[in-house]
């Protein structure tokens, strides 16, 4: 995964990356899956989003994304307001099935499809497939039929047709799902190397120890906890109130005896 310092830093602003004011979000004559939630992201951080079945999480990524109109609440991303229906190529998701992401004949138009939509020049275009398949890995996969992948593969391309929008800030929902032991791993070291500003939500535990530096606990529409990994996920008892297990690495390390 050398060559990933081989392309230039993608650009921060001096605003957070997410900025979240208030946010509520309830489905039709449902309670509300985010009743007034706040927070703050600054860029460059990677951020872990985790809590039981039907916390909301997903809920909140395709409201960053302007999927979901909230029902009341404000978000920002790197300082612009966020629109529903309206498209921000600053803000990238990466869906939890990669199907739901891949429907062109080939993973070269594939990765090509948002670019194109950008309205960006034919070697302009070329240069961004060409880098996000380099930085996933799966630039020998470029004439290939996506649906014929493997999981770990498509997880790759589905996240290559991220990068070639250039977002500074990418939500990834539930990356490892469905990935064997070295496709997850391979994914593990393109998440630590990744340079842009990153939210992860899974039940991947002992994944988000290694790549995130802050971790969300949400459930039934709040923010139970926000702070550090270890502190957060070490904590036993919150985790178990909460539908959670702490992760089994963290066993021998109690969360008093972490150094920050
Ligand atoms: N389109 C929808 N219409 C009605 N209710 C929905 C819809 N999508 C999700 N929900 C409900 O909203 C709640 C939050 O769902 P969401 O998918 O955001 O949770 P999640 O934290 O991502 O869960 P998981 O960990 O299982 O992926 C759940 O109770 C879910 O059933």
């Known amino acids: 995964m ?28 449902q309670p509300a ?26 809920t909140l990524f395709l409201s960053a994304c302007g999927i979901l109109k909230p029902t009341a609440g404000e978000m920002f991303i790197f300082g612009e307001s966020v629109q529903a229906e309206t498209f921000n190529p600053n803000v990238g998701l990466v869906f939890q099935n990669p ?14 499809f948002g670019p194109e939509n950008l309205q960006l020049s034919p070697s302009e275009i070329k240069h961004r497939v060409e880098e996000a398949l380099t930085i996933t890995g799966t630039y020998p996969l470029a004439q290939r039929i996506p649906h014929q992948l493997s999981g770990g593969q498509k997880c790759m391309v589905a996240i290559a047709t991220v990068l070639a929008m250039h977002p500074q800030l990418i939500l990834y929902d539930e990356p490892s799902a469905n990935l064997d032991l070295s496709a997850r791993r ?14 992860i939500s899974s039940h991947d535990l002992e994944l988000l120890l290694e790549v995130c530096d802050r971790v969300i606990l949400l459930n039934q529409g709040q923010i139970i906890a926000d702070g550090d990994p ?15 297990e702490k992760p089994h690495s963290l066993f021998h390390h109690p969360p008093d005896a972490h150094q920050e």
């Open 33 to 58: 899956v985010l009743d007034q939630i706040s927070f703050q992201i600054e860029a460059g951080e990677r951020v872990g989003l985790i809590g039981p079945n039907g916390a909301g999480k997903t």
């Open 99 to 112: 199907d739901d992401q891949l429907f062109c004949p080939t993973v070269w138009d594939d990765v090509a």
């Open 186 to 199: 391979r994914l593990i070291d393109f998440l630590e190397i990744s340079e842009q500003t990153i939210i």
């Open 230 to 244: 270890h502190r957060v996920m070490g904590n036993q008892s919150l985790m178990e109130s909460h539908g959670l």
């Open 2 to 29: 050398k060559q990933l310092t081989q392309f230039p830093r993608i650009k921060t602003s001096e605003e957070s990356a997410l900025a979240v004011h208030d946010l509520k979000f309830s489905y039709p004559q």
